[in-house]
C-alpha cells in the first residue's frame, strides 16, 4: 500500500521533478532564439553583449534577459569551441542563476554550463567568480572558456598563488575571475589588512559559482584560513617531549579514533609525571594537574596524537624535509597548510625534521562565512544530494538534480563483504585481472596512498601494467587521467579519481592531440586531430566492446558522496560500465562504526574463507553507517559555524571600520571624538559620580592625564579650586589636548598629519585585533570545559568574547590617542638613525630566514662584526654578557645567539 508521500509524488511529481518542469519554457525560449542568433556575424554577437548590459544597467531584470543572454552565448561557445550547449546544461546554468547547486553527472559538461550563468551575471558590471579546486584547473577552465567570453567581448582572468600584484588587481578587474577558494579566501583576508583602497583585489562579492561545491562549501568548511606570523622557537621542547612518546605503554592512554583525542590514563598521568621531572620540564612536586602544567600537558597530548592518529603516507607524506597534509577527501597535497596548537611542530619532532615555529593568527575566516558575503552564490558538482540539508541550512543553497542528456547505462553491483582485508584485496586482484585480460579500462579506487602502493605491488606481482595516481604523482594528475579510459589501461586512484578531468574511453583527444603538437610543433595541426580522432574512435569502439570502464572500489568512505564520485567516473554521457565495491570486517568505516553485528550474521551464515556476503541488505546497512558519520561531521561544522558566527560579527565591524578609514579623507573628527570618549573615560574613572572633591584622586588622574594625553596641565590645582566640577575640567582637558594637536598639525602640516593619523588608526587596529583572535583562541580552547558545570558553553562564549571586544574597543581609543599625543617631527638625525635600524632589522630578519635552520650544524659560528657588544672576545664567554637563547648574538652577527656563539656555550 502506498503511503501519503508516495501517492503525492506519483500525482504531483518531487519537488526536484517541480523544478525540472519550471525550467523546461525558459529552455524552449531560448531554442526558440537559436536561428536569429546563428544569422549574427561576430561582431553582432558582441554587440548584442553590449546592449544586454546596457539593458541590465538600465534596471531591466536579469530574468528577463536570460533567454536572450543564454542563446547569444550557446551560439559562441559554438562558433569558438565546436560545443552545442545541450538542452539539460541550459537547464543547469539556470538553476546556477537563480542561487542554487546544480548537480549533474560526471562528464555532464559543468564547465561549459557556467558560462552561460556567469555571462549573465556579469553584466551587471560588478564581475563574477568562478571557483575550483586546484591551480591546473582554474588555469584550465580560464583559458578554455575566456575564448568563449572573448567572443562576447567579456574580460577573463584567473588567479594563481604568488602573483603579481599588479597582475593580480588586473585579473579580479575582468568581467569574469576563476580562481581556487584558497586564494580567494586568502586575498580577501589579505585585502582587509591593506592600508589605501587602491591596493584592494576584491571590490565586490556580486555572485560566484563553486565547481566542485561539496569538497569546497562542506568537506573543506571544517578548516579555517588563518594567515599567520610566526611566534617563539620552542623546538627543543617538541624534540624533548617527543623523546616521551615511544616510552608510553597501551594502559597509559585511551585513543578515540572517531574524534582523532586521546587521554591519560591514571598510570599514565603518574608516569609522564616521572619522566617530565627527570628532563626538567616540570618542577619538583608539581602535578599535571598544576594550572603551570597546562601548556606541557597540552604538547603532550598533541604528540601522542601525532604518533598515534596521524599515519605517514596517509594523513601527511615527508617531501623535501617537510612535513605536508594530505586531503583526507580528495587525496590531494595541502601545500602550505599546517594543523594548528603545536600539532605540526609534534609531527615534524616524530619525524626528524626541522620544526618550524607555531603562528600567532594575523586574520582568519571559514569558508562558510566567506562565501555568504556573496550577494548570490550557486555551485556545480556531481554529487550533493546527500548534503542538501547542509546546503539549505548554512548556506541557503537548494540542490536540484539536473537529468542526464543521454539516460545512464551503468552497471552498479552490490557491495561484496569479506571477512579480511588480504581475502578481498585478493578479490580485487583477480576481478582486475579478469578485466584487463579482455582489454576493459579500470579504475581502482583506494583511501590512502599506503593503500594505493600496496595494491600497485601486488598488481606488479601478477604482471599487470598500471598507473598509480596520489598525491605524490599530483602534477601529473590530468595527463594519467587523460589515459585511464584507454584500452586495457589499469589506473589505481587515492580518493580524487581525476575530480575536474573526465575520464574519456579510448582516451582524451584534446590530450592527444596536445602532446602530438608538442612533439612536433611544424606539424599540421587538422592533419593530426583527424589521425588522432580516427584512431581514437577505433580504440573507442574496442573498449565500449570490452564493457566501458570498470570501476573497483576498495573500501567504502566516510561520506557516501566520496562513494558515488568514484562510481560516477563511469557511464559517462550514457556510455557502459560497471563498478564494485569490496569491503572487509578490517576496513576503517567498519571498524571504528561497528561491525559486530555483521560478524555475527557471517559467522551465522558459515562464511568460508576466501567467500563474501553480497546482498542489497548489507548495502543499506552500509549506507545508514554512512548517514550516521555524515550526519555527525555536519553536527561538527554547525558547532564550529555558531562559534565562528561570534567572531564573525566582530569581523565585520572591524573589516568595516578599516575600510570606512582608507575610504575616508579626513580623520581629524574620528580622532578627536576618540580624545574626548578618553577624557570622559579618564574623568569617570577618577572623579567619579556624586563623589565629593576630597575623594577624588588627584595624583593618580594627573599621572593618567600626562601619560594618555600626553599634555602637562595644572589638573591637580584645578580640583582644589573652589566650585570646581568634573564638567569645568572636561573643558579645560579639551582645550588642552586640541591646542596641542594644532601645534603638531602645525609641524607636521595638514596634509601629513592626516596621513599620519590614517596609518596610525589602521596599525592599532590590526594590533588589536591579533590580540583580541589570540584571547578568542584561548577563549575557545577552555570554554568547553563550562559544560561540566551545567553553563551552555556557546551562551558563555557569546558573552565573554563580546565583553572582550568592548574592552578592545576602550584601548584602541586609548591606545590611538597616546600614540597621536606622543608623535613629534625627527630631526635629521634621528631619520638616518632609524633607516639604519630598519637596515639592520631587515638583514637579521634575512640571515634567520635563509641562514641558520639551512645551516650544517658543523658551521663555525659567525666572527665578530663592527656591531659586536663592546669588549666582546670570541674565545672568552665571560666577556659575552648573559644574552637569551632567542636573543641576538652579541657578536654583532645578526644571528639569534643559539644558532650563532650559543651553540658553542
Request: glycine share 8%; aromatic share 6%.
Amino acid at each position: 500500500m502506498l503511503g501519503l508521500g508516495n501517492i503525492a509524488k506519483k500525482v504531483f511529481g518531487s519537488p526536484n521533478d517541480r523544478k525540472i518542469k519550471s525550467a523546461r519554457p525558459l529552455v524552449e525560449q531560448v531554442n526558440a532564439l537559436e536561428p536569429e542568433f546563428e544569422k549574427l556575424s561576430d561582431e553582432g554577437i558582441k554587440d548584442k553583449t553590449e546592449e544586454f548590459a546596457k539593458r541590465a544597467l538600465e534596471g531591466e531584470d536579469l530574468d528577463k534577459l536570460l533567454p536572450e543572454a543564454f542563446a547569444n552565448c550557446r551560439e559562441a561557445a559554438r562558433r569558438t569551441l565546436g560545443l552545442r550547449a545541450f538542452d539539460t546544461q541550459l537547464m543547469g546554468a539556470i538553476f546556477l542563476h537563480q542561487g542554487n547547486v546544480a548537480e549533474q553527472k560526471t562528464g555532464e559538461g559543468k564547465t561549459l554550463t557556467a558560462t552561460f550563468a556567469a555571462y549573465l551575471n556579469a553584466l551587471t558590471g560588478k564581475g563574477v567568480h568562478v571557483v575550483t579546486v586546484n591551480e591546473y584547473l582554474v588555469k584550465r577552465d580560464a583559458e578554455w572558456m575566456g575564448k568563449v567570453f572573448a567572443s562576447l567581448g567579456l574580460t577573463t582572468g584567473y588567479i594563481y598563488p604568488n602573483m603579481a600584484d599588479d597582475e593580480k588587481r588586473a585579473a579580479y578587474a575582468c568581467d569574469i575571475t576563476y580562481a581556487t577558494n584558497n586564494e580567494l579566501g586568502f586575498d580577501y583576508l589579505r585585502d582587509n589588512m591593506k592600508s589605501e583602497l587602491s591596493q584592494i583585489f576584491q571590490k565586490y562579492h556580486n555572485f560566484a559559482i563553486v565547481d566542485e561545491v561539496d569538497s569546497i562549501l562542506i568537506d573543506e568548511a571544517r578548516t579555517p584560513l588563518i594567515i599567520s606570523g610566526p611566534s617563539e622557537d620552542r623546538s627543543e621542547l617538541y624534540v624533548t617531549i617527543d623523546a616521551v612518546i615511544p616510552s608510553l605503554l597501551p594502559e597509559h592512554y585511551e585513543l578515540d579514533e572517531k574524534t582523532r583525542n586521546v587521554t591519560f590514563t591514571d598510570d599514565g598521568v603518574e608516569f609522564l609525571e616521572d619522566q617530565l621531572r627527570a628532563r626538567d620540564l616540570i618542577g619538583e612536586g608539581m602535578t599535571l594537574y598544576d594550572p603551570e602544567s597546562t601548556s606541557i600537558v597540552h604538547h603532550v597530548n598533541q604528540g601522542l596524537r601525532a604518533h598515534k592518529l596521524f599515519e605517514r603516507d596517509k594523513d601527511y607524506i615527508v617531501r623535501d624535509g617537510d612535513v605536508v597534509l594530505i586531503d583526507e577527501f580528495t587525496g590531494r597535497m595541502m601545500a602550505g597548510r599546517r594543523l594548528s596548537d603545536g600539532l605540526h611542530q609534534a609531527i615534524e619532532a616524530k619525524e626528524g625534521v626541522d620544526i618550524k615555529p607555531e603562528n600567532i593568527t594575523l586574520a582568519s575566516v571559514t569558508f562558510q562565512n566567506y562565501f555568504r558575503l556573496y550577494d548570490k552564490l550557486a555551485g556545480m558538482t556531481g554529487t550533493a544530494m546527500t548534503e542538501a540539508e547542509e546546503f539549505a541550512q548554512i548556506y541557503g543553497l537548494g540542490v536540484v538534480e539536473v537529468p542526464t542528456n543521454v539516460p545512464v547505462a551503468r552497471l552498479d553491483e552490490d557491495d561484496a563483504v569479506f571477512r579480511t582485508a588480504a581475502e578481498k584485496y585478493a578479490e580485487l586482484v583477480e576481478k582486475t585481472k579478469e578485466a584487463h585480460a579482455k582489454g576493459q579500462p579500470c579504475l581502482i579506487g583506494t583511501t590512502s596512498i599506503e593503500k594505493s602502493e600496496m595494491l600497485s605491488k601486488m598488481l606488479d606481482a601478477e604482471n599487470i601494467p598500471h598507473n598509480v595516481l596520489n598525491a605524490r604523482q599530483h602534477e601529473q594528475e590530468a595527463q594519467i587521467v587523460g589515459d585511464a579510459g584507454k584500452f586495457g589501461a589499469v589506473t589505481i586512484a587515492t580518493n580524487m579519481a581525476g575530480r575536474g578531468t573526465d575520464i574519456q574511453l579510448g582516451g582524451n583527444v584534446e590530450m592527444k592531440v596536445q602532446d602530438a603538437l608538442a612533439e612536433n610543433p611544424d606539424a599540421d595541426p587538422v592533419a593530426i586531430r583527424e589521425r588522432i580522432e580516427a584512431e581514437h574512435a577505433e580504440e573507442k569502439k574496442k573498449v565500449l566492446e570490452a564493457g566501458g570502464l570498470y570501476v573497483l572500489a576498495s573500501e567504502r568512505h566516510e561520506s557516501r558522496r566520496i562513494d558515488n564520485q568514484l562510481r560516477g567516473r563511469s557511464g559517462r554521457q550514457g556510455d557502459p560500465g560497471r563498478s564494485s565495491f569490496f569491503l572487509s570486517l578490517e576496513d576503517d568505516l567498519m571498524r571504528i562504526f561497528g561491525s559486530e553485528r555483521l560478524e555475527k550474521v557471517l559467522t551465522t551464515l558459515g562464511l568460508k574463507e576466501g567467500e563474501a556476503i553480497i546482498h542489497p541488505w548489507v548495502n543499506k546497512s552500509l549506507e545508514r553507517a554512512q548517514a550516521k558519520v555524515e550526519g555527525r561531521n555536519f553536527d561538527i561544522r554547525k558547532q564550529l559555524l555558531k562559534f565562528d558566527d561570534v567572531m564573525n560579527e566582530q569581523r565585520k565591524v572591524i573589516f568595516g571600520q578599516r575600510r570606512d578609514i582608507m575610504e575616508a579623507t579626513d580623520l581629524q573628527e574620528i580622532a578627536q571624538d576618540m580624545r574626548h570618549q578618553v577624557i570622559d573615560d579618564l574623568i569617570d574613572q577618577y572623579m567619579p559620580a556624586k563623589t565629593y572633591a576630597d575623594q577624588w584622586d588627584t595624583q593618580g588622574f594627573y599621572a593618567a592625564v600626562l601619560e594618555q594625553l600626553g599634555v602637562d596641565v595644572p589638573v591637580i590645582d584645578w580640583c582644589e579650586e573652589d566650585g570646581v566640577d568634573d564638567e569645568v575640567i572636561r573643558e579645560r582637558l579639551v582645550e588642552a589636548t586640541e591646542k596641542l594637536m594644532a601645534e603638531k598639525t602645525e609641524a607636521f602640516g595638514p596634509e601629513n598629519m592626516r596621513n599620519i593619523e590614517k596609518q596610525l588608526l589602521l596599525q592599532t587596529i590590526d594590533a588589536k585585533w591579533r590580540e583580541h583572535l589570540l584571547t578568542l583562541e584561548h577563549l575557545r580552547s577552555v570554554v568547553g570545559f563550562r559544560g561540566y558545570a551545567q553553563r551552555d558553553p556557546l551562551n558563555e562564549y557569546k558573552n565573554e568574547s563580546f565583553q572582550l571586544f568592548e574592552g578592545m574597543l576602550d584601548s584602541l581609543r586609548s591606545d590611538v590617542t597616546q600614540k597621536l599625543s606622543r608623535i613629534k617631527p625627527m630631526t635629521e638625525e634621528e631619520q638616518q638613525a632609524m633607516v639604519q635600524q630598519m637596515l639592520a632589522q631587515q638583514r637579521a630578519a634575512q640571515q634567520v630566514a635563509e641562514g641558520a635552520a639551512a645551516a650544517p650544524k658543523t658551521q663555525a659560528p659567525a666572527a665578530p662584526t663592527e656591531n659586536a657588544i663592546a669588549g666582546f672576545d670570541e674565545s672568552d664567554p665571560g666577556t659575552w654578557g648573559n644574552p637569551g637563547r632567542n636573543d641576538t648574538c652579541p657578536c654583532g652577527s645578526g644571528d639569534k645567539f643559539k644558532h650563532c656563539h650559543g651553540r658553542l656555550a
